[in-house]
């Protein structure tokens, strides 16, 4: 979680600019992504919440589509070991 919320302001950033649209509005935008394709292992109970890269980028390239903006800026997976 703490790595995507890292890369929001990087990833908010470059959308908007494509966009042509407010970068505080987008990064919440991408922030509601990141937050909906996360999950917290046992229920929230221990762990450290995780975030299904690959669902955010898919959302992203998605709304890329919509938006017909070529898909950029990714969030990126960093290695953990």
């Known amino acids: 979680m703490e790595n995507a919320e890292f890369q929001l302001d990087r990833v908010a950033g470059k959308w908007a600019a494509a966009l042509k649209r407010d970068s505080a509005q987008v990064k919440g935008e991408i922030e509601t992504m990141v937050h909906e394709h996360t ?15 690959l669902g955010v980028n ?11 903006v070529p898909c950029l800026a990714l969030i990126a997976v ?4």
Do not use: C, H, M, Y
């Not at 046992?42 to 890269?53: A, D, R, S, T």
């Not at 959302?59 to 017909?68: C, G, K, Q, S």
């Not at 960093?78 to 070991?81: A, T």
């Open 58 to 68: 898919l959302a992203l390239r998605t709304r890329a589509r919509r938006n017909e």
């Open 39 to 53: 999950t917290s292992p046992g229920g929230g109970l221990f762990g450290e919440p995780i975030v299904n890269v």
């Open 78 to 81: 960093r290695d953990q070991g």
